[in-house]
Nanobody
Framework: QVQLVESGGGLVQAGGSLRLSCGVS????????MGWYRQAPGKERELVAQ??????NYADSVKGRFTISRDNAKNTVDLQMNSLKPEDTAVYYC?????????????WGQGTQVTVSS
């Protein structure tokens, strides 16, 4: 019943911007952690940005460029990405983690490709 669908990915030139949106269905945004991860070819999946108990966390590589936010009305978790670099090229995944009654529960989206050309 719970589904996460990422959108907003695509091809963009370096210095450009994209806004990713994670549409959540089947549940409200009542999770301990909500965030975006990414995985580049040949690399491990890494945390990009996260809302954790009211606090935002960012990977050092994206600080000042990316902004994570939630929209309770639309039931989305969004990632605004500015000043994109080729190093940002990856598949970006939405993640929801931890309910009050099931702290270990987590959901993943299918991912959306972000490609930044030089």
């Amino acid at each position: 019943q719970v589904q996460l669908v990422e959108s907003g990915g695509g091809l963009v030139q370096a210095g450009g911007s994209l806004r990713l949106s994670c549409g959540v269905s089947g549940t409200t945004l009542s999770f301990n952690a909500m965030g975006w991860y990414r995985q580049a070819p040949g690399k491990e999946r890494e945390l990009v940005a996260q809302l954790l108990r009211g606090t935002t966390n960012y990977a050092d590589s994206v600080k000042g460029r990316f902004t994570i936010s939630r929209d309770n009305a639309k039931n989305t978790v969004d990632l605004q990405m500015n000043s994109l670099k080729p190093e940002d090229t990856a598949v970006y995944y939405c993640n929801l983690k931890g309910l009050l009654f099931q702290p270990s529960l987590e959901y993943w989206g299918q991912g959306t490709q972000v490609t930044v050309s030089s």
